[in-house]
Each structure stands twice: as C-alpha cells, then as structure tokens.
C-alpha cells in the first residue's frame, strides 16, 4: 500500500492548496463567491500565501474584472484575516491596474481587518513609496508560476488588463 504523503514533504501541503486555488479561480472566473458555503471556504483558502500569491496573477487576466467583483464581495462578507487577505488582494489587483482609489479602499480594509497583516503592509510601502504599477505586476509572473507549480490552469492572460 502507498505510504500517505506526510505534510513535511509539501505534496499534501501542495495538493490541498491546487484544491483551494481552483475553488478561488473557478469563483473568479464566475464573478461570484458562488453558494453562502463557499464564503468561508474561500477566505480559508486566502489564508495559503501560496494560494493569495497566485490568485494575485489573475490581475493579468481575462478574469481580472470579476476577480476583482469576488475578492471585493468577499472583503464585505468575511471578518478578521480572511478579510485582510481578501481586501489585499482587491488593492494589489487594483494596484496593478492603476485604478487608484481602490488601492486604498482595499488597504483601509484588510489592516481594519488584521492590524498585522504582512502583505497588505508590504503593498502599504510600495504604494507610499510611489512604487509604479508596471513594477509590481512583477509579481504577476510570480503567481502564474505558482499556479502552473500547483497543476491549476488559470484564465487567459489579457496583455490589456494591465496599467502600461
């Protein structure tokens, strides 16, 4: 009998996060969180970096509008961290996008949410260091690559969903 893959190797690690991004990209591409079931699901998935991380790439893709629509309506409906992640992800996504206002809208959020939250600090610097849009979607790539690491397909990428 096989030997079940113990979470110190990462492939259970590694599987249960391909599950929980496919449940955020599927969320996205519909545009909706989907069944009131789903909400918490989908902030327990936020809570992965590597999940948050590559749901960051769908900035760059056809999905980037109704990804947005999600991460928003989950921000609403979510408390504590899973809101941070949620609400940072609407500003990094915006970020990305040179749409302004909802960077901060989306940062206020999440360290309302989590004082603490590490990422949406880091993108609190980046922005107030005028940090350019065009440098952060770096990150884009990074999240595409933890995605195919993970064996989740996402959207097509729109060279046109993106600021520059």
Same mark, same amino acid.
Do not use: C, K, N, W
């Given at each position: 009998?096989a030997? #079940?893959?113990?979470?110190?190797?990462?492939t259970?690690?590694?599987?249960?996060?391909?599950? #929980?991004l #496919?449940?955020v990209?599927?969320?996205a591409?519909?545009?909706?969180?989907g069944?009131?079931?789903d909400?918490?699901?989908?902030?327990?998935?936020?809570?992965?970096? #590597?999940?948050?991380?590559?749901?960051?790439?769908l900035a760059?893709?056809?999905?980037a509008?109704?990804a947005?629509?999600?991460?928003?309506?989950?921000?609403?409906?979510?408390r504590?961290?899973?809101?941070?992640?949620?609400?940072?992800?609407?500003?990094?996504?915006?970020?990305?996008?040179?749409?302004?206002p909802?960077?901060?809208? $989306?940062?206020?959020?999440?360290?309302?949410?989590?004082?603490?939250y590490?990422?949406?600090?880091l993108?609190?610097?980046?922005?107030?260091g005028g940090?350019?849009?065009e440098?952060l979607? $770096?990150?884009v790539?990074?999240?595409?690559?933890?995605?195919?690491e993970?064996?989740?397909?996402?959207?097509?990428?729109?060279?046109?969903a993106?600021?520059g």
């Amino acid at each position: 009998a096989a030997e #079940r893959p113990r979470r110190g190797d990462g492939t259970l690690v590694a599987g249960r996060d391909a599950t #929980r991004l #496919r449940l955020v990209v599927d969320a996205a591409v519909r545009g909706a969180p989907g069944p009131d079931d789903d909400v918490p699901r989908l902030g327990a998935a936020l809570l992965s970096l #590597r999940v948050r991380d590559a749901a960051f790439a769908l900035a760059a893709t056809e999905a980037a509008d109704s990804a947005t629509e999600v991460f928003a309506e989950l921000a609403r409906r979510l408390r504590g961290t899973p809101r941070a992640a949620a609400a940072t992800l609407v500003a990094g996504i915006s970020y990305v996008r040179a749409v302004g206002p909802m960077v901060g809208i $989306g940062l206020d959020a999440a360290l309302a949410a989590d004082p603490d939250y590490r990422a949406a600090h880091l993108l609190l610097q980046a922005f107030d260091g005028g940090m350019t849009p065009e440098l952060l979607a $770096g990150l884009v790539d990074v999240g595409q690559d933890i995605a195919r690491e993970l064996g989740v397909v996402m959207p097509r990428v729109d060279p046109l969903a993106m600021a520059g």
